[in-house]
């Protein structure tokens, strides 16, 4: 049987939270990113969180948003 990463992810969703939670670490820091990169993309996911649980900010639809992201990369000089 070959192994999907949808294979990995049934089977990782029955581990416990914080086994996950371990599982999420260890694969992020497999990916070499800078420890400052990721802290600023937690804060600001924190950030942005808070805005949204605050009423400041309004969730948009994946597609919706995926789209708009393809045309500001398109109109880009």
Same mark, same amino acid.
């Given at each position: 049987? !070959?192994? !999907?990463?949808?294979?990995?992810? &049934?089977?990782?969703?029955?581990? /416990? #939270? #914080? /086994?996950?939670? #371990? ?6 820091? /497999? !990916?070499? !990113?800078?420890? &400052? ?5 937690? $804060?600001?996911?924190? &950030?942005?969180?808070?805005?949204? #649980?605050?009423?400041? /900010?309004? &969730? ?15 109109? $880009?000089?």
């Amino acid at each position: 049987m !070959t192994i !999907t990463v949808a294979n990995i992810l &049934e089977e990782a969703l029955l581990l /416990s #939270d #914080d /086994s996950r939670l #371990d599982l999420a670490e260890r694969l992020i820091a /497999s !990916t070499g !990113t800078p420890a &400052e990169l990721l802290g600023e993309q937690a $804060r600001l996911a924190a &950030e942005r969180m808070r805005a949204l #649980d605050g009423g400041q /900010s309004v &969730e948009i639809p994946g597609a919706d948003a995926h789209e708009l992201a393809r045309q500001t990369l398109r109109n $880009r000089p």
